[in-house]
């Protein structure tokens, strides 16, 4: 089994940054691709970004967040963080933390897809006020 629990959320203001943590445990880490995903209000959960099983081969990042977010993982520590900078109103949603499939684990790429990952933490939330 695999556990992944997220850290970090908190409510800032508009402008502000979070760095949001994740650690895994329960299986070798360094294998698989890992994502982060988030679900505001009303909505459906949506990607936000990804990283290969090796973070210096690939990462992916939705439209919305490129050029604010950064993903990053530490495989020694069996770590994923993502680093949310200049955030806005828009950016309130429960962020979670997933790991990408074993089927993947050849090809040492970032996914995008929530059928592409198999385990899921609990989630974090973060708010921004206007």
């Known amino acids: 089994q695999v556990q992944l629990v997220e850290s970090g959320g908190g409510t800032v203001q508009t402008g502000g940054s979070l760095r949001l943590s994740c650690v895994a445990s329960?299986?070798?880490?360094?294998?698989?691709?890992m994502g982060w995903f988030r679900r505001a209000p009303g909505k459906e959960r949506e990607f936000v970004a990804g990283i290969s099983r090796n973070g210096d081969i690939s990462t992916d990042y939705a439209d919305s967040v490129k050029g604010r977010f950064t993903i990053s993982r530490d495989n020694a520590k069996n770590m994923v963080y993502l680093e949310i900078n200049s955030l806005k109103p828009e950016d309130t949603a429960v962020y979670y933390c997933?790991?990408?499939?074993?089927?993947?684990?050849?090809?040492?790429?970032?996914?995008?897809?929530?059928?592409?990952?198999?385990?899921w933490g609990q989630g974090t939330q973060v708010t921004v006020s206007p």
């Open positions: 329960g299986r070798t880490f360094s294998t698989n691709a």
């Open positions: 997933a790991r990408g499939i074993d089927y993947y684990n050849d090809y040492d790429v970032a996914l995008r897809y929530d059928y592409e990952y198999d385990y």
